[in-house]
């Protein structure tokens, strides 16, 4: 303001404007659904990763973080408007523009692919590594397979299909519910990332092995 008074008292020309800066650009908003659009048609506009109803397999859970495996689970029930007394889990779909609260929700809404999502999604949840350890020696009642926990993460896996031909390896593992997860190469368990990889259903009470899963 002084400036600009000393430059008019002396005839000289009127301070220029400073030039406008531009604001810094912002991410666009998540397109909220309209305020009058029925619970319904928010639930049929849901687009997640169940929307084309897939039915997943092992290699698809395990590509699932472990901290996200509940509520993925869980969004096969919000997507048809269960609400949950879990707090967390009403919190977080509630962001979601496609959730509503249906009061007439009921389990029964749930198609046969979602059934089997759910299991096998809540297989994979939980640590039994001490449960496991417990046992030391893992086997399927057929004796293809052998696996023995040496430590918190080494196993020995050895494959009994040919009996003449036994193979044996050292090799990680980590415990993903009613499964063992093995690999080679790394040490933390990465899939697409580490060598040989794979996963192991157990009866986790008696220490058989019911499936075997190559990932």
Not at 85 to 93: G, I, P, T
Request: proline share 5%; net charge negative; glycine share 6%.
């Amino acid at each position: 303001m002084f400036i600009g008074l000393v430059f008019a008292c002396s005839g000289g020309e009127p301070t220029p404007p400073a030039p406008a800066i531009a604001a810094p650009a912002t991410e666009a908003p998540v397109a909220a659904a309209p305020a009058d659009m029925s619970c319904a048609d928010k639930l049929a506009s849901y687009s997640g990763r169940f929307s084309g109803g897939d039915k997943l397999s092992a290699k698809d859970a395990l590509a699932i973080p472990v901290d996200e495996l509940r509520v993925v689970r869980n969004e096969i029930f919000a997507r048809h408007g269960r609400e949950f007394s879990s707090q967390d889990l009403q919190a977080h779909f509630k962001k979601e523009p496609w959730y509503c609260v249906d009061p007439g929700f009921e389990d029964a809404r749930l198609s046969k692919t979602d059934r089997a999502n759910v299991a096998l999604l809540k297989s994979f949840e939980g640590d039994n590594s001490a449960k496991l350890q417990a046992h030391g020696r893992l086997q399927t009642v057929y004796d293809e397979w052998n696996i023995a926990l040496q430590t918190d993460d080494r196993c020995e896996v050895v494959d009994l299909s040919d009996m003449y031909n036994a193979e044996s390896a050292s090799r990680y593992w980590d415990s993903r519910g009613e499964w063992i997860v093995t690999w080679d190469g790394q040490e933390k368990f990465e899939l697409g990332k580490v060598q040989d990889p794979a996963a192991f259903k157990l009866d986790v009470t008696t220490g058989d092995i019911l499936e075997h899963v190559k990932l």
